[in-house]
């Protein structure tokens, strides 16, 4: 008697119209240049970061359209983690009170805070080494012979 049954092949799967094999089939969106501009409202610093890590998403062809608010979120927290990194250098990871006993700032918790959440979002777009074969690339097609999203 047999205890298990044998999974079905990708074929059986397709004639049967199984959400499964539709699933398998899942593949990233090719960039829209108007989808993925700049936002307005960053900072230089913001918007130099954006710029750069669009760049290497689109060689890598990591970068989907959907991927939009996943980018803008890494820059906001990429360029927190630097300002946090700017402020603790010049005032210190700890502070005394009168009495001279010392504390840890609450900004470096905040750091702490804000690099693993940049963690999980380079794990999500793909920017770790680990990651990156897990993340789908986008089909040629969508591109120019650079690499570079075709812009029509």
Known sequence: MQRFRA???RGQLERIGSPR???RKNEPDVLDAAGLQCPKDFTPLQAEIWQNYFKLLTINRTLSATDAAALTLFVLT????LELETFLK???KTYQIASGREFSRPE???RNDARRELRGLMIQLGMTPASRGHVETIKKSGLNNFGMVKWT
Do not use: Y
């Open 7 to 9: 999974r079905k092949t």
């Open 21 to 23: 094999a539709l699933q």
């Open 78 to 81: 990429w360029s927190e983690v």
């Open 90 to 92: 010049e005032h210190g």
């Open 108 to 110: 470096v918790a905040i």
